[in-house]
């Protein structure tokens, strides 16, 4: 079975600090993966999305950056970051275009900017 | 490109009703709709999902139906009890070759909260 690793749970950094979030999947080759944040009661924004090693699409210009460095790893970086970067960031991966499938999510991590 | 409106914003029903959250879609060629439970702290969870060639589907208390051509589907929860409280979030994925990640557009999402 296919299982999605999103670590760490909670990160308080200070501002102007860098950031690396990790997302790993396993039991399954060649996923869509996507990177959302989530602030305090609002709803899903799609940050960014690869549908393989080395491509990386971006939905929103910002402070962020990801990698996809492995088949099955998803990374999210920061060089400095800002107060507006607190908030809850998840991690999806899915199967290959051509299946008619959703999206399973890890378990998120929740960061705060202090 | 699609756009998933998703209604009400915050629903609280008595243990015992019924619950029903409402998503209407623009891309008339979306032809999958899951519905996600996001518990407090936690990543959505998909619970029930409805291909376009199909009306309605039940899972036990869960249900959702799916009107093609209103292009509206709408989530019902039966016999609500307290772990039903979550933000709910609908979806539709649209069948155009638009893109190869073929994205999920999710619904704004719905605070649901069931009374004791």
């Known amino acids: 079975s296919q299982t999605i690793h999103q670590w760490p749970a909670t990160l308080v950094q200070p501002v102007g600090s860098p950031l690396s979030l990790e997302c790993t999947v396993e039991g399954t080759s060649n996923p869509n993966l996507y990177w959302y944040r989530q602030a305090a009661g609002r709803g899903l924004q799609l940050l960014f999305y690869?549908?393989?090693?080395?491509?990386i699409s971006s939905e929103v210009p910002q402070n962020l950056s990801a990698s996809r460095p492995q088949d099955r790893q998803f990374i999210l970086s920061s060089k400095k970051l800002l107060l507006s970067d607190s908030g809850f960031y998840l991690c999806?991966?899915?199967?290959?275009?051509?299946?008619?499938?959703?999206?399973?999510f890890g378990s998120g991590t929740r960061l705060t900017v202090v | 490109g699609e756009n998933v409106e998703q209604h009400p914003s915050t629903l609280s029903v008595q243990e015992g009703d019924s619950a029903v959250i409402k998503c209407t879609y623009s891309?008339?060629?979306?032809?999958?709709f899951p519905w996600y439970k996001q518990e407090l702290g936690k990543g959505p969870q998909l619970i029930i999902d409805i291909r376009s060639n199909v009306g309605e589907k039940k899972d036990q208390r869960i249900a959702v139906t799916l009107n093609k051509t209103a292009k509206h589907f709408s989530l019902h929860i039966t016999e609500t009890q307290p772990e039903d409280s979550a933000v709910y979030f609908c979806?539709?994925?649209?069948?155009?070759?638009?893109?190869?990640?073929?994205?999920?557009?999710f619904g704004s999402g719905t605070q649901l909260t069931v009374l004791p």
């Open positions: 690869s549908v393989g090693i080395g491509q």
């Open positions: 979806a539709a994925r649209t069948g155009r070759l638009s893109g190869s990640a073929r994205q999920l557009t």
């Open positions: 891309d008339s060629a979306s032809n999958y």
């Open positions: 999806a991966w899915s199967r290959p275009a051509k299946a008619n499938y959703g999206y399973t």
